[in-house]
T-cell receptor, first 106, second 121 residues
Framework: SYELTQPPSVSVSPGQTASITCSGDNLDNKYASWYQQKPGQSPVLVMY???KRPSGIPGRFSGSNSGNTATLTISGTQPLDEADYYCQAWDGTTGVFGGGTRLTVL | QVQLNESGPGLVKPSETLSLTCTVSGGSISSSCWSWIRQSPEKRLEFIAYMCYNEIPKYNPSLKSRVSMSGDPSKNQLSLRLNSVTAADTATYYC???????????????WGQGSLITVSS
């Protein structure tokens, strides 16, 4: 079965750039999506088709996908961006999620 | 703005069948694709199933032998049944709408608030 691997945690200072990676075999042959989940809340889609932002998602969020790695980048990270982030792709008709990355803004 | 609201029993005994319902408002289940996803206590997300109206549901191979998903357009509801549950099925269960673009499944763009299910005797 297809697997997506994320680092368990990433730390960033306020105002700096955070990069969260997601690795999978030939991931750039698929589209990657990203979800943000804050404590006690449901996941929220923040990026899809590698680099498209849904309506309402701030422009400081951007995405890329090349080779085996998709990356979610948050420029000018704000304290409110502290959350768990999950990548996701489709393996045929099966959705696959990464294990999640805890982004700490300190 | 579509809204999804899951409802379930809260507590299920081992070996029994879990039944969940997702009521959709602000959109028709006949016009989109929908999915069930669960999140373990360890916060791991797992895809369970999806369906597009009038199409055969598709299931995660790891759960396929125990799961079924259906939709009732008259009530605008989705349903999930999971048989022979064990403690490993304890999770928060979400229903979600799937964004489809260029006839390709893209992402889960709207989520319900989730229904916590505990499997215990």
């Amino acid at each position: 079965s297809y697997e997506l691997t994320q680092p368990p945690s990433v730390s960033v200072s306020p105002g700096q750039t955070a990069s969260i990676t997601c690795s999978g075999d030939n991931l750039d042959n698929k589209y990657a999506s990203w979800y943000q989940q804050k404590p006690g809340q449901s996941p929220v889609l923040v990026m899809y088709q590698d680099s498209k932002r849904p309506s309402g998602i701030p422009g400081r969020f951007s995405g890329s996908n090349s080779g085996n790695t998709a990356t979610l980048t948050i420029s000018g990270t704000q304290p409110l961006d502290e959350a768990d982030y999950y990548c996701q792709a489709w393996d045929g008709t099966t959705g696959v999620f990464g294990g999640g990355t805890r982004l700490t803004v300190l | 703005q579509v809204q999804l609201n899951e409802s379930g029993p809260g507590l299920v005994k081992p070996s029994e069948t879990l039944s969940l319902t997702c009521t959709v408002s602000g959109g028709s289940i006949s016009s989109s694709c929908w999915s069930w996803i669960r999140q373990s206590p360890e916060k791991r997300l797992e895809f369970i199933a999806y369906m597009c109206y009038n199409e055969i549901p598709k299931y995660n191979p790891s759960l396929k032998s125990r799961v079924s998903m259906s939709g009732d357009p008259s009530k605008n509801q989705l349903s999930l049944r999971l048989n022979s549950v064990t403690a490993a099925d304890t999770a928060t269960y979400y229903c979600a709408r799937i964004l489809v673009d260029a006839s390709m499944l893209q992402a889960f763009d709207s989520w319900g608030q989730g229904s916590l299910i505990t499997v215990s005797s």
